[in-house]
Antibody, heavy 118, light 107 residues
Framework: EVKLVQSGAEVKKPGESLKISCKGS????????IGWVRQMPGKGLEWMGL????????KYSPSFQGQVTISADKSSNSAYLEWSVLKASDTAIYYC???????????WGPGTLVTVSS | SYELTQPPSVSVSPGQTASITCSGD??????TSWYQQKPGQSPVVVIY???RRPSGIPERFSGSNSGNTATLTISGTQAMDEADYYC??????????FGGGTKLTVL
């Protein structure tokens, strides 16, 4: 059974840094693109980017390029989403997703709620 | 940047057919997927590769993609189908894009 397990909710202050994680199991982690989707409170889904753990090839949405860093560690079957300087507008649920063979996101994690507030 | 446009809301009576559209330039040149999201839950894919249903998704969900418009059709809509629905397209040039979402109300 494919599972994506995400790290727990975070409460941070503006200006702080943060790295959240997603651990995949039940499939060959290095061989599937894995990525992140943002959902701001009461809003829609936004694709942020993907990484191929096998070779660390990474694709970012233009909206998020330079704002976050996506990484992966195939030895621990984990993907990460990192901010160096958080803003209040980063408050959202962040979903980890696995990309299927046709560009769809066939498995979703439960989401990590990130709250940035002074 | 590439954009997908969905109607903000669609209403349907129980047992009737609901259609949700998703428009984008030359959308039929790309694969389109559809996701259902209920309150407090993670999205679930209900259609991928334009018209394929993952295992476990009821047959009443179907999809099509032609020209600039993809359509999610729910036949015999049930109360449990009330949710937000998002389209998403993918190709190597535009990468991943979501539509703005459609709130389906069953009343």
């Amino acid at each position: 059974e494919v599972k994506l397990v995400q790290s727990g909710a975070e409460v941070k202050k503006p200006g702080e840094s943060l790295k959240i994680s997603c651990k995949g199991s039940g499939y060959s982690f290095p061989n599937y693109w894995i990525g992140w989707v943002r959902q701001m409170p009461g809003k829609g889904l936004e694709w942020m980017g993907l990484i191929y753990p096998g070779d660390s090839d990474t694709k970012y949405s233009p909206s998020f390029q330079g704002q976050v860093t996506i990484s992966a560690d195939k030895s621990s079957n984990s993907a990460y989403l990192e901010w160096s300087v958080l803003k209040a507008s980063d408050t959202a649920i962040y979903y980890c997703v696995r990309q299927g063979s046709y560009g769809d996101f066939d498995y979703w994690g439960p989401g990590t709620l990130v709250t940035v507030s002074s | 940047s590439y954009e997908l446009t969905q109607p903000p809301s669609v209403s349907v009576s129980p047992g009737q057919t609901a259609s949700i559209t998703c428009s984008g330039d030359k959308l039929s040149d790309k694969y389109t997927s559809w996701y259902q999201q209920k309150p407090g839950q993670s999205p679930v894919v209900v259609i991928y590769q334009d018209n394929r249903r993952p295992s476990g998704i009821p047959e009443r969900f179907s999809g099509s993609n032609s020209g600039n418009t993809a359509t999610l059709t729910i036949s015999g809509t049930q109360a449990m189908d009330e949710a937000d629905y998002y389209c998403q397209s993918w190709d190597s040039s535009t990468a991943g894009v979501f539509g703005g979402g459609t709130k389906l109300t069953v009343l």
